[in-house]
């Protein structure tokens, strides 16, 4: 076995951000070849980032970019399992080359940061994951605009809006962060959903209890208030955050301005 020097592991984990230990071994399995160390340590970071890729990711950083003039605007989202790491200049570094390759390149480009992704992964010891990414271009009269709650910054939405205030599609971006729409407006919501849910409410003790001309109004009323309204359900039924007593709907109305899209990236689960 060669002789493996202090210098020479200084100089591999130099390169790599490997640990000590496993430069001395990678040098001394590489019988001192410092290319051939480099090689297996970057297999032993993709190897060791496969056995995490099942473990959560509910720490990290969401982030946006938006374009000065609000016609383009990016969001990602990188998640990893502990604050510490989140905090991390390295893994902070990571999550601002992602932002900028899909700001560049859209989301398809990804994919290309994989093996940099596995070897930031064996080197920090987590499952690091990039768990969302998207980017807007605006139409004719449309911004961009997005949001991200501080001061974790794991939650954010990108929206694009048409028509309305630069800060009305900022108090959108809020409003979906904490009320979390599946849709837009009631005619995204696919039929056969409704009619499943309408027909769990026709069949509850609830309904049932009441007489039976009465049962298809109260139901109508239910999936109104408990479907369409509540969280997790349509953005333009929902009640306003800002003011509770208009709904999304209402609101976008009387700004003459539309949803067209928005994406929301949690790492909270």
């Known amino acids: 076995m060669a002789e493996i020097s202090a210098t020479l592991v200084k100089e591999l984990r130099d390169r790599t951000g490997a640990g000590m230990m496993d430069c001395k071994r990678a040098l001394q399995d590489a019988n001192g ?14 190897a060791s980032a496969a056995k995490r890729a099942d473990r959560a ?10 374009a000065d003039d609000g016609l383009r605007g990016t969001m990602v989202a990188v998640g990893c399992e502990t604050e510490p790491v989140a905090k991390s200049a390295e893994f902070q570094a990571f999550g601002k080359k992602v932002l900028d390759l899909v700001e560049a390149e859209g989301i398809e480009a990804v994919p290309q940061l994989d093996e940099e992704r596995a070897q930031l992964s064996g080197k920090l ?13 605006s139409v004719v009269g449309g911004r961009i605009a997005a949001y991200a709650h501080p001061p974790a910054n794991k939650l954010g939405v990108l929206i ?8 009305l599609a900022r108090n959108l971006a809020m409003h979906i962060s904490w009320s979390d729409p599946r849709w837009v407006g009631r005619e995204d919501v696919p039929e056969d959903l409704v009619a499943a849910e309408r027909e769990i409410y026709l069949n509850s003790d609830e309904v049932r209890s009441k007489p039976e001309q009465a049962r298809e109004k109260i139901v109508t009323g239910m999936l109104d208030k408990r479907f369409f309204a509540e969280r997790g359900g349509v953005l333009a039924d929902q009640p ?6 208009q709904t999304v709907g209402k609101v976008l109305a009387d700004a003459g301005a539309e949803v067209l899209e928005f994406e929301r990236f949690s790492l909270a689960g």
């Open 33 to 46: 070849d410092m290319e051939a160390a480099v090689v297996l340590l970057r297999e032993k970071g993709m």
């Open 57 to 66: 990711t509910t720490e990290g950083l969401v982030g946006y970019r938006l």
């Open 240 to 245: 306003w955050i800002h003011d509770g007593s």
């Open 125 to 137: 010891g987590e499952n690091i994951a990039v768990a969302g990414a998207a980017r807007f271009e």
């Open 160 to 167: 694009h809006v048409r028509g309305g205030e630069e800060e």
